[in-house]
C-alpha cells in the first residue's frame, strides 16, 4: 500500500491572515453571476484541454506527482472510452517552477477548458482571480479552508475535497459511537481550530451530546487547557490541532486522560511513535478526509509512475478530471462555461434549481457516459467517494477514513465514516 500524506498545516498553510487579507481585497474579484447554476450556449473549439496547477514545493513536492499520475490515468480512461465527441482529451505541460498565479496565466494562454488544483487554500485566490475572468473552472483536489465556499469566483471554482468544518458530525459520531455522554473540545487557536471545534460542539449537542466548556490553546503551550478538559471528567475528548497536537497529547497524558478517550481531527493524525510515551495514544482514534485508495487504483498510478511514493490527492485529482470531461459530454461542449455549468448534474448534486433526486451512482467515465444517453442527469461516485456538488462547488457528501491508535502510538485503519448524503 503507498502510503497517503495529509499535511494539513502546509495546505493551509497562513490561511488566518493572508486568505483573510484577500478576502477582503478581492471580494468582487473574478466574473460575477454563478455560472455554476447559470446555462451556458456552446462555445468551444471541440478539443477539451485539461490543465494541472502544481503548486507544492520544498519538503512538499512530492504531493505533484501523485496528482499529475492521477490526472494521466483519468485521460487515459476518458480517451479509451472516446475522448470528448470522438477527440482526444489533451493534457497540457505543467509548470511546478512557477507560482500559481503564473501557471494559471499559463493555462489561459494554452486554451485551458478545466483547470484542476491547487492543493494549499492560500493559493486558491491567485488561481481563482486569473482564471475565472477567463472563464475557465477551477478544481482543486485539496483545498479545505471554510471560507473558500462563498469566496467570490464567479462560479468558476469547486472542489472534490471536503471543506474542514465537514469533519464536524464525525467526530461527534465517534464519540457518541465510543459510549460517550459528555465530551470537551480542547482546540488549536486560529481559524482552524475554532471553525472545527464550533462544528464539533454544533454536532455534538444536536446528537444529544452534552458538550462541556472548550479550552483553546496556542502551539507549545497547552498545558493549562489540558489540565482544564481533564478537570471537566468529560467522556471522551475531541482534539482538534494541527502542528501543536503533539504537546497537546502530552499534556492531555500528564493531566491524566487515557489514550481511550481522545479522538483527533485530521489536522492532528500523525505517526506518533517514540515522540510520545509508551501507550500514551492507546486506544486513540482519528480521522482523515477521503477514503484509502483501492490497490487496482494504486496499480494504475504506478502503471502511469512507477517512482510514485505517495498517493495524497490523487483520488480527488482523478475525480476532478473525469467529472470535467463527464460535464463537457452533458453539454457536448469543451469552453469553460458549459463545464461550470454542467458539474453539478453529473456529480449527483442538487444546488440547481428544479434538481430532482440523485440517479444511481455511476463509477467510471464510460459507464457514466452511457448514463447520459439515457437521461440528462447522472451521478458520478468515484475514487474519492461520492461528490454532489452543491450551489457554492462544494461536495455535500464527504467520506473519512476513521484510523485507531496503539499502543506503539501508531494509527492502522479502522473503517470510515461519511459526512452528508450515504455514498
Known amino acids: 500500500m503507498i502510503p497517503v500524506h495529509r499535511p494539513a498545516a502546509r495546505v493551509r498553510s497562513a490561511l488566518a491572515v493572508s486568505l483573510a ?3 477582503s481585497v478581492t471580494a468582487c474579484a473574478g466574473a460575477g453571476g454563478n455560472a455554476r447554476v447559470q446555462s451556458a450556449e456552446a462555445s468551444g473549439d471541440g478539443v477539451l484541454r485539461v490543465g494541472l496547477l502544481l503548486d507544492n514545493s520544498g519538503a512538499n513536492a512530492f504531493l505533484n506527482a501523485a496528482q499529475l499520475a492521477a490526472a494521466k490515468v483519468a485521460i487515459q480512461e476518458i480517451n479509451a472510452a472516446g475522448g470528448h465527441k470522438g477527440r ?9 517552477e512557477q507560482d500559481t498565479a503564473a501557471q494559471a496565466k499559463g493555462l489561459v494562454d494554452a486554451k485551458a477548458d478545466v483547470a484542476i488544483g491547487p492543493t494549499d487554500s492560500g493559493h486558491a485566490a491567485a488561481a481563482t482571480d486569473v482564471l475565472s475572468r477567463a472563464h475557465v473552472p477551477v478544481i482543486s483536489p485539496a483545498n479545505t479552508a471554510a471560507a473558500l465556499s462563498t469566496r467570490a469566483s464567479g462560479g468558476y471554482y469547486f472542489r472534490t475535497a471536503a471543506a474542514d468544518v465537514a469533519q464536524g458530525p464525525v467526530l461527534a459520531k465517534l464519540a457518541k459511537d465510543g459510549g460517550a455522554a459528555t465530551i470537551s473540545v480542547l482546540y488549536q487557536e ?5 471553525e472545527v471545534s464550533a462544528a464539533v460542539t454544533e454536532a455534538a449537542r444536536g446528537s444529544g451530546l452534552t458538550v462541556l466548556p472548550a479550552a483553546g490553546f496556542k502551539p507549545g503551550n497547552a498545558a493549562d487547557a489540558a489540565h482544564s478538559a481533564a478537570k471537566a471528567t468529560p467522556d471522551a475528548v475531541v482534539l482538534v490541532a494541527r502542528d501543536g497536537a503533539q504537546d497537546a497529547l502530552a499534556e492531555l497524558h500528564n493531566a491524566g486522560v487515557a489514550g481511550s478517550k481522545l479522538i483527533l481531527s485530521d489536522g492532528g493524525f500523525a505517526r506518533y511513535g517514540s515522540g510520545l510515551g509508551s501507550g500514551v495514544l492507546d486506544g486513540a482514534r482519528a480521522i482523515v478526509p477521503g477514503q484509502l485508495p483501492t490497490a487496482a487504483f494504486q496499480a494504475k ?16 485529482t482523478f475525480d476532478a478530471v473525469t467529472l470535467a470531461a463527464l460535464a463537457a459530454a452533458r453539454a457536448q461542449d469543451d469552453a469553460g462555461r458549459s ?18 433526486t440523485p440517479s444511481a451512482p455511476c463509477i467510471s467515465y464510460k459507464e457514466c457516459l452511457g ?16 461528490v454532489a456538488f452543491d450551489s457554492n462547488g462544494d461536495i455535500t457528501s464527504a467520506v473519512f477514513s476513521v484510523f485507531r491508535y496503539g499502543a506503539d502510538n501508531n494509527p492502522v485503519p479502522a473503517g470510515r465514516e461519511t459526512a452528508g448524503r450515504a455514498g
Open 301 to 316: 498510478l504506478l502503471a502511469v509512475d512507477p517512482t510514485l511514493k505517495d498517493v495524497s490527492y490523487a483520488a480527488e
Open 88 to 96: 482526444p482529451v489533451e493534457l497540457l505541460p505543467v509548470h511546478p
Open 371 to 386: 448514463g447520459l444517453a439515457a437521461g440528462p442527469d447522472i451521478n458520478y461516485d468515484g475514487e474519492s467517494g461520492p
Open 190 to 194: 486560529g481559524s482552524y481550530g475554532k
Open 339 to 356: 463545464i461550470a455549468a454542467n458539474l453539478i448534474p453529473v456529480s449527483g448534486g442538487t444546488g440547481i434549481p428544479g434538481a430532482g
Open 21 to 23: 487579507a484577500v478576502l
